[in-house]
């Protein structure tokens, strides 16, 4: 849309580094696959090209980065394990300075992203979207081991609402987060979007600051709330889990929207 | 305990029936079966010997109330199926009166009381304690069919956090009840202790006025507070799942302690 494009021209001269929302803005799920979304690989390989910096953060859970990466590059991207923030990783960093001994709940192909961390006579839990980990008796002894610490800490691999998989939407994280809060009178410290710190990381990462950098993604609370709280501008794609109604989004308004992200590279390449 | 009979004595002398929680007042459970709190089973003959009106007001969801009865009438217990107020009944009468069909996601074991209820195109959700039927896939089943709905209507039947069995704690309703909730973004109706419509169905089956009623339980919140909340006096027993730090609860005050159902009996029937 010409609007998104003229607001964005006032502003956009600025920025120097781009981070990018995968799944809903590279490439749209399902089941064990994926499919590019229209013009995502070549918007890739256009902002390389550009020597603007780029991260891509993700709020993937269900598999390692090596492996997340490697079905990326199935598709064609041109990207890298070195490339990605993801929340795992971002969890493992905070466990090591709270000297934190995590019970996991997570998905089993996500378990080696913790191989390095201590996991005896744990002292919280991490929970991740574990899919069919899901189950009665995870979920009891994931509880069980909260509600036996004096303090319960709680860490949650995202807040996502649901998610849609080829054979239909499935729960996400978030709805088993506050289960175990609830049940717990605790809080859950939500690691990933849309957590400053976790923004804040991915940032640092590419040597950015916030006021130079764009988020594109697909979901308005976030992607697109996450990283404005942070200082950023922010794009929504209307590909991906995007849908009319995010555009009368009481609390948040993004920065302009676009198509896709073919459309918002080329935007943006423009005004450099 | 003294304290709690000097207490009562300005009030109990009004009193002309009676509403007792069931589990943890009446019996310990565990498992499949269940043992009597001593003396229990001599209190509630000696109630109805006393002429007081008498109801069971139970949270129970796990079994129909016939097979509920029969358990109890196994432990020694005089009480009958006409003298329990429960929500899956509760829930059936709403069900009926605002034309809803359910989608159930309750325990095997309570199915039988929703007999008479047409399920076929379902416009809301029925969540109780599913126990073991709280899989991933059935989770996910009645999460598509509450966002499949223009305004989804989700009634819980109870919003407890967790109880114990002798295997361990296990998550409560009100756990799932929260994820359902946060998923849809909606606000469940619940069916049970503490809401005041089910009290008020208790106390409307005994034609007793709340200000002439004592609740007796274990749960500060869901029997103590809630009770309170409809004008009835209530009593917490020092049994069950009672706990030390109740008395400290920030928001409820039970009118009197006592240390278990017999000793609450004593209490009330020397006031009469």
């Not at 991740?128 to 949650?156: C, H, Q, W």
């Not at 506050?178 to 990462?205: I, M, R």
């Amino acid at each position: 849309r010409q609007e998104g494009g003229r607001e964005m021209a006032a502003w956009a001269r600025a920025v120097r580094g781009l981070l990018l929302d995968v799944s809903g803005v590279l490439y749209d799920s399902g089941g064990d696959g994926g499919v590019p979304i229209a013009g995502s690989v070549e918007a890739v390989r256009r902002i390389k090209a550009s020597g603007l910096k780029l991260r891509f953060c993700t709020n993937e859970t269900q598999a390692t980065r090596e492996k997340f990466v490697k079905k990326l590059q199935g598709m064609g991207f041109d990207i890298s394990v070195a490339e990605v923030t993801a929340p795992a990783p971002a969890a493992c960093r905070i466990l090591k300075e709270r000297s934190l001994r995590p019970h996991l709940l997570v998905h089993n192909d996500l378990v080696p992203e913790f191989a390095e961390i201590d996991k005896a006579n744990p002292n919280c839990v991490v929970i991740g979207d574990a899919a069919e980990n899901f189950t009665y008796a995870n979920l009891n002894e994931a509880f069980r081991v909260l509600i036996g610490m004096e303090k319960p800490v709680l860490i949650s691999l995202g807040r996502g609402r649901y998610y849609k998989e080829t054979d239909g939407l499935k729960l996400d994280v978030g709805a088993y987060m506050k289960a175990l809060e609830y049940a717990c009178d605790v809080q859950a410290e939500v690691v990933g979007k849309p957590a400053k710190a976790f923004f804040e990381s991915a940032l640092a990462e590419m040597g950015v600051p916030p006021q130079e950098a764009i988020m594109i993604g697909d979901d308005i609370v976030n992607d697109v709330g996450g990283a404005q709280r942070c200082g950023m501008r922010a794009l929504q794609v209307r590909t991906g889990k995007y849908r009319p109604c995010d555009e009368n989004h009481p609390h948040v308004k993004p920065d302009a929207y676009v198509n896709n992200l073919a459309e918002a590279v080329d935007i943006i390449l423009q005004q450099l």
